[in-house]
């Protein structure tokens, strides 16, 4: 029972035939092409070698009528080059853009599914290395799958052809093909396993080394990099993730490359270049039952074949098996399933409702330690609430939360009476407008990333924007392409503009609940003060819960929480809990103390 359970694995055979149908459905003329193309590869040369000299060579030793090698040697040459021309044409008009269609195709599934992932899977470093895995290795599956099967493919077509000429002329050379193949074929597996277990320790080597491209050619990290003396340790670092990915490369190409020596010396030297020739130099020599022509026909015949049948199972299964494990992991990140189900109800965006958390508690997957035990709280409709407490009290998670980002390990959170998990998941986050701690900026236009959306009404833009402050002069408006990478021209916004635009988001979402984490950490006080008023003002038909660090933002917070190691430790107005004389205002205090000294 407990091996059935174990064996989640899918075999080659179905591997190969999954990615083949998702290539199939991306671009059939792709696939198809590869077939042809397979054969075009394969099959003329080899019949050419068998059929056409054993005719060349009959009709010399004959003696008669000796034109028709001409004849002959004109139709090879005619076969050879029209197959040379239309895999000419349908590589250079064909393969490259329908390859293209076919990388994008499979790249817009993978990235479908990542998008429906829960944020658990980015916890699990294993399975993060198979995402992370998967998509490096989506182009490489496509390139390298299509010559395997085109190759494939044609040599079998070629070996089944010539297999049916060479049985008519002495069918025991088959035999001494196919016995050392047969013999050294397990070396395959094992190949193919240790090229895939290669490829999955570059993977988390490779990892290592591309943040080292990410520091030196992103602007995020270059005052950093030259205002200090990190450089050498960076470089140290990099020579450490070099070697390792030497190291390992020469770990496994060292096995690797003795097994394939091994397989070459049996399939290759005893079988086609010591055995073959024997048999035959007998039946020339002491049976005398071939003739000039069948004897050259069988040898090339029975090389075609070895070759084929060689690709078929030793070199090309052990490509097979090293594709095939990449692939299931492909396959496995496509079918992987998600913790964060749709209930069967769905959410209303219309009017806030009282938010209820009972007895909520949470631990992240891996972790012995809750980072939430037993919270309870209630926000009542259009209330503004603030949640502090030092780094690490909770207070990011239980927004999590409430976005069903993550879902409660124990206890319950409602609203208007109605658990979260019981409606649809995407209803219930439509409720929400969030602002992140760790906010992106999209490329794409200000107003693409104000609305997140690419219709969007250019009016209220511009009123959220100047609600959270945004006042940088644009050339086009909310037309402007911000970041990069699809405009050379793109504006560039600076830590507090990027924020500002993140907030407007905030605005411009028409919708009951917002959730701002550090709406206001970039910006100057000035700008904060501005912000917190414009919050409160365009917010007012709204339920607000914010977190911040600076508790001059929470003083016109309704309610503040104050969190500490998962819990709640106190709650109530500012100058209620100014007058408990608490944690909350010996934060506070501390605070001020700072500004009137800097003052």
């Known amino acids: 029972m407990n091996k059935k359970k174990e064996k989640t694995e899918h075999s080659l055979i179905s591997n190969m035939l999954f990615f083949i149908k998702l290539m199939f459905k991306a671009s059939p003329l792709l696939v198809i092409g590869e077939f042809v193309w397979g054969i075009l590869a394969n099959v003329p040369n080899s019949l050419i070698g068998v059929i056409g000299v054993k005719y060349i060579i009959d009709v010399m030793t004959s003696g008669e009528r000796l034109n028709r090698i001409f004849w002959a040697i004109g139709v090879i040459a005619l076969v050879i080059i029209l197959s040379r021309l239309l895999s000419w044409l ?108 290669r490829q999955i320790e570059n993977t988390k080597y490779h990892r290592r080394s591309d943040y080292f491209q990410r520091i030196f050619y992103l602007q995020d990290y270059a ?121 069967e109800d769905v959410a209303v965006c219309g009017e806030p409702k009282t938010i209820e958390l009972k007895n909520v508690s949470f631990t992240y997957p891996g972790n012995d330690k809750p980072t939430l035990k037993n919270i309870n709280l209630i926000i009542h409709p259009k209330e503004k609430i603030a949640l502090v407490g030092y780094n690490g009290a909770g207070k990011t998670t239980l927004t999590n939360l409430l976005l069903r980002l993550y879902d409660v390990t124990e206890g319950q959170i409602l609203i208007d009476g109605e658990d979260i998990r019981s409606v649809n998941v995407q209803s219930h986050r439509n409720r929400f407008s969030a602002v992140f701690q760790d906010f992106q900026i999209f490329s794409a236009s200000l107003g693409e990333n104000v609305a997140l959306d690419v219709d969007y009404d250019k009016g209220r833009v511009l009123s959220s924007l100047s609600h959270s402050g945004f006042d940088k002069k644009l050339k086009n408006s909310t037309e402007t392409e911000l970041l990069r990478e699809f405009d050379d ?6 830590g507090g503009e990027s924020q500002k635009v993140a907030v407007a988001r905030t605005f411009y979402k028409n919708c009951p609940y917002a959730i701002l984490d550090e709406p206001s950490a970039n910006l100057d006080p000035v700008a904060e003060h501005n912000l917190n008023q414009a919050m409160i003002e365009a917010s007012d038909d709204k339920t607000v819960i914010f977190i911040s660090h600076r508790l001059s933002t929470t003083v016109n917070a309704d309610k503040i929480y104050v969190m500490e190691n998962g819990e709640i430790i106190e709650q109530g107005s500012h100058e209620e809990l100014m007058n408990q004389g608490g944690t909350y205002a010996y934060m506070f205090n501390l605070q001020a103390d700072k500004y009137c000294t800097e003052g």
């Not at 049916?164 to 070396?187: E, N, Q, R, S, W």
């Not at 021209?489 to 600076?494: D, P, R």
């Open 90 to 197: 349908f590589r250079e008009f064909m393969w490259n853009v329908e390859k293209e269609k076919c990388y994008y195709a499979l790249n817009k599934t993978l990235y479908e599914k990542a998008k429906s992932l829960d944020l658990e899977s980015y916890d699990n470093p294993e399975f993060y290395n198979s995402f992370i895995l998967t998509i490096e290795s989506s182009s490489d599956n496509i390139q390298t799958l299509l010559g395997l099967v085109r190759n494939y493919f044609g040599n079998a077509v070629s070996l089944i052809t010539i297999s049916g000429v060479l049985l008519t002329i002495d069918p025991l050379c088959l035999v001494i093909v196919l016995l050392p193949i047969a013999i050294f074929m397990p070396l395959s597996k094992v190949i193919g396993n240790l090229q895939t277990q």
């Open 223 to 343: 005052k950093e990099v030259r205002m200090n003396n990190i450089h050498p340790l960076l470089i140290d670092r990099y020579n450490d993730a070099a070697d390792d990915v030497i190291n390992n490369q020469d770990k496994y190409w060292t096995k690797i490359s003795r097994l394939y020596c091994v397989q070459e010396i049996g399939v290759q030297i005893i079988g086609s270049m010591l055995a073959l020739p024997l048999y035959l130099g007998y039946l020339v020599m002491v049976k005398k039952s071939v003739s000039a022509g069948d004897f050259v026909a069988t040898f090339n015949g029975a090389y075609s074949i070895a070759m084929s049948v060689n690709f078929l199972t030793v070199w090309a299964i052990a490509r097979f098996e090293e594709r095939a494990k990449i692939i299931e992991k492909f396959r496995g990140f496509l079918k992987a399933d998600h913790k964060i189900k749709d209930g």
């Open 489 to 494: 021209n793109g504006a560039m916004l600076s």
